[in-house]
């Protein structure tokens, strides 16, 4: 059994990494999503267990106690983590596992699974990124000010990453993503089986 | 200016190597091949300057002498060389370059160009290596048995590549080529300029 992948899309806050994973997953039934959990509010139409499991900090703190995670910080304010959910099983089973992961919780997970594939989205300006940002409606001035200075500091961490992928078209940039994906199932590491010669005739 | 990819295609013998990059060069116009040397005999319907500068021995040898070669190998006793063909000023103008050489030849390559992309194809089986051996026609028992053990050995050098794909229909084989040259691009140390603030605001 090839083992699967692990699938990490990561990128600064507003770059757009939520509405590509979603049209990867369209595109690739066979993809499977993990979902994180946060701390953080809802945002309009966000349901719990389907986009986040959105917990209060005691139920978000237990989890760490309980080991329930594979990573976790603390962005904004707000927690994020990883739920293990027995990745580990999953992928020996053969299961893609695409995760969506802010820049700093994505490089924890990449010093734990050096074999995922580590994907940074970028925006495609500033400009382009203070727009979505705002578009959401979501923000303060200063929690706005306070995003984009992250954001600036956060697409320099991009450089520790595999994959780096403009976010100038959802549909661009999901089809390479899943180019990514096509490429890493290749890789000759991932495929020693195909070398034997019981398999090969 | 991005640096082209050098993408190199090798197999064993009889793998369909020269098909399947038919296909690549058919579906990526961009995509420029750089045709090989060889002293062999043509096979029907092959033309000199299309599928192979085909050369005589002393106009091989005289082109060794000249330094004409990025590398050059003796394969069932004909030579194969790639040409340089100013290969590394059309990589540095932005030009993808596919060589399609034969094993020995690509790890000469690759040694002096480890930037380049090598892609691994494997026949789906010796059975079925066997019969598109025998299909071209070309082949004396002698020779077709030499081949086969020959592919048997030569298989195994693929392990040294860095993708493999299995060549079970022509245009799965060059899709999978394909969303492997995408995903090249899209490699962190192929992009460094998008790291750039000047670049990315």
């Not at 757009?16 to 990867?24: A, D, E, H, P, R």
């Not at 106690?65 to 027995?86: S, W």
């Not at 995760?99 to 010093?111: F, P, S, W, Y």
């Not at 203070?130 to 001035?141: A, C, D, F, Q, V």
């Amino acid at each position: 059994m090839e083992r699967g992948l692990l699938i990490v899309v990561s990128g600064a806050s507003g770059t757009g990494k939520g509405t590509v994973c979603k049209k990867i997953l369209d595109d690739m039934p066979q993809v499977a999503y993990s979902i994180s959990a946060t701390t953080r509010t809802p945002r309009p139409g966000e349901v719990d267990g389907k986009e986040y499991y959105f917990l209060s900090r005691d139920e978000f703190t237990a989890w760490i106690d309980g080991g329930k995670f594979l990573e976790f910080a603390e962005v904004y304010g707000n927690f994020y983590g990883t739920p293990l959910n027995k990745i580990e099983e999953r992928l020996n089973r053969g299961e893609d596992i695409l995760l969506e992961i802010d820049v700093q919780g994505a490089l924890n997970v990449k010093r734990k699974c050096p074999d995922g594939v580590y994907i940074f989205l970028l925006p495609p300006s500033l400009h382009e990124l203070k727009r979505r940002i705002e578009g959401r409606g979501t923000e303060t001035p200063e929690s706005l000010r306070r995003r984009l200075a992250n954001a600036v500091a956060e697409i320099q961490i991009g450089r520790e990453y595999t994959y780096v992928v403009v976010n100038d078209s959802v549909e661009r940039a999901a089809a390479q993503i899943e180019a990514i994906i096509a490429a890493e199932k290749c890789r000759v590491e991932r495929n020693a089986d195909k070398f034997s010669l019981e398999e090969v005739f």
